[in-house]
């Protein structure tokens, strides 16, 4: 695992992060700037998520 987070900033491609305390996702360049990409989903199937909306 960490050779291959070595390898993406050695190309210089992202990093997706988790941060469980908040619940969102960041993407981490390797300029080091951190890019806000979404919250996580709400816990439960999708059939129950579903049934809620309708």
Do not use: C
Not at 9 to 33: C, E, N, R, V, Y
């Amino acid at each position: 695992m960490e050779l291959e987070l070595k390898k993406k900033q050695a190309l210089s491609q992202p990093i997706a992060q988790f941060d469980q305390k908040t619940g969102k996702i960041f993407m981490i360049h390797a300029d080091g700037t951190r890019t806000f990409v979404g919250n996580r989903l709400r816990k439960g199937r999708y059939s129950e998520r579903k049934k809620e909306k309708t």
